[in-house]
């Protein structure tokens, strides 16, 4: 139901207990759009019976600034023992003993608050501290916000390469590396994975179980002998598909930690 609706102009949907909600800007094309969910409801209801039997409630609401109303769910937080998270619209906090990563989410994923991103920097803290004053070079497959790609650079990572197929993860993406001064060290990129050629002591993917199974053969071959990968964006029960994926031959399982009902893997390449 809620693919349906987004298809259908939605820009986001909300799913409740036996209900969904989406929202839609006023248009002329209320009236075909109602008739539109009123059909789609009949079509389910042939293979569903008693599906959507509930009426339909169209409310509409009042003006407001909704693209600055959410900012105010967005406040520093720390993460790990080396950041505070902030957004650009507060003083960050003063502190010594954390790093500070500024994060304008825009319409790209990566926060620092949700459970797959905490674990992927908790990881890349704790690898950063063990390669100590070796030289160490990462690459961040879908890095949204940019947010582990920044964190890598602030970790001491001499480079990091970052890649996106979403255009404007990458527009997000660039500016927040320029905010956070890591320009240097960061190369933002949508090339395909497949075609980059070199391989790096540290690879993190923060995508879904999907992609990652879909992207195994080529995350692998990134992964130089003896480095590490970070997996996150993985459900407790896709665990076991992914450990079998990567087998036991190539990589050894190091680590997991699991947060509500995400787990984040950290896999060492045998060498």
């Not at 790990?80 to 003993?97: L, N």
């Not at 879904?208 to 053969?217: K, P």
């Not at 994926?245 to 045998?270: A, D, P």
Request: aromatic share 8%; proline share 5%; net charge positive.
């Amino acid at each position: 139901m809620a693919n349906f609706l987004i298809e259908r102009g939605s820009p986001g949907a909300v799913l409740k207990k036996n209900e969904v909600r989406a929202f839609f800007a006023d248009s002329p094309r209320i009236t075909a759009l109602r008739r539109e969910i009123q059909r789609f409801l009949r079509d389910i209801r042939r293979i569903y019976p008693g599906f959507g039997e509930q009426p339909i409630r169209w409310t509409p609401l009042k003006e407001n600034n909704w693209s600055h109303s959410w900012r105010r769910f967005f406040t520093p937080h720390k993460v790990g023992k080396a950041f505070w998270i902030t957004p650009p619209w507060v003083d960050p906090p003063k502190t010594r003993r954390r790093q500070i990563i500024t994060i304008e989410p825009g319409m790209a994923f990566g926060t620092g608050s949700h459970a797959t991103t905490r674990g992927c920097l908790e990881f890349l803290e704790e690898l950063a501290s063990r390669a100590g004053g070796d030289e160490l070079t990462a690459l961040d497959v879908g890095t949204g916000s940019g947010i582990l790609a920044i964190a890598l650079a602030k970790l001491g990572a001499s480079s990091v390469v970052a890649v996106d197929n979403d255009p404007t993860a990458l527009k997000v993406a660039r500016g927040n590396v320029r905010l956070n001064g890591v320009w240097r060290r960061v190369t933002l990129s949508n090339c395909r994975l497949e075609k980059i050629a070199e391989c790096f002591n540290l690879v993190v993917a923060n995508l879904t179980a999907e992609t990652i199974l879909e992207l195994a053969g080529a995350l692998e071959e990134k992964v130089a002998a003896r480095g590490y990968l970070v997996l996150s964006g993985i459900l407790k029960p896709q665990v076991g598909q992914i450990l079998r994926r990567f087998s036991s031959q190539k990589f050894l399982l190091e680590r997991h930690t699991r947060q509500k009902e995400w787990v984040t893997l950290l896999l060492k390449k045998r060498g």
